[in-house]
């Protein structure tokens, strides 16, 4: 599977975005789905990750009830609505997916995952 992320850009602290994640391929339903990101000089890091059907999601601590991991498998497109953004929040987010055999799991180590995207830039000014 290829994924595409977009959506990423120069927000203001607080503001809000929403990252896409578009993947290619007719097998999108097999795969659970996952956001991480890396800022400079920083190990890339977990953010959200979501099951095959979307019936369980996990955050980082440091994202919770600000950001929300969503899908939609008719368009194959896997979604990351950030709110109250912070400076801290910046770095390339990437989309990634793990063939899973089962739904109702949910992917949280980088190394499980299979497939990256290419990332996309969020900053955020203070």
């Known amino acids: 599977v290829q994924l595409q992320a977009s959506g990423g850009g120069l927000v203001q602290a607080g503001d809000s975005l929403r990252l896409s994640c578009a993947a290619s391929?007719?097998?999108?339903?097999?795969?659970?789905m996952g956001w991480f990101r890396q800022a400079p000089g920083k190990e890339r890091e977990f953010v959200a990750a979501?099951?095959?059907?979307?019936?369980?999601?996990d955050h980082a601590d440091s994202v919770k009830g600000r950001f929300t991991i969503s899908r939609d498998n008719a368009k194959n497109t896997v979604y990351l609505q950030m709110n109250s953004l912070k400076p801290e929040d910046s770095a390339v987010y990437y989309c990634?997916?793990?063939?899973?055999?089962?739904?109702?799991?949910?992917?949280?180590?980088?190394?499980?995952?299979?497939?990256w995207g290419p990332g996309t830039l969020v900053t955020v000014s203070s």
């Open positions: 391929g007719r097998t999108f339903s097999s795969y659970g």
């Open positions: 979501i099951s095959r059907t979307g019936g369980r999601t």
């Open positions: 990634a997916a793990d063939r899973l055999w089962a739904d109702g799991v949910v992917t949280t180590a980088r190394y499980d995952y299979d497939y």
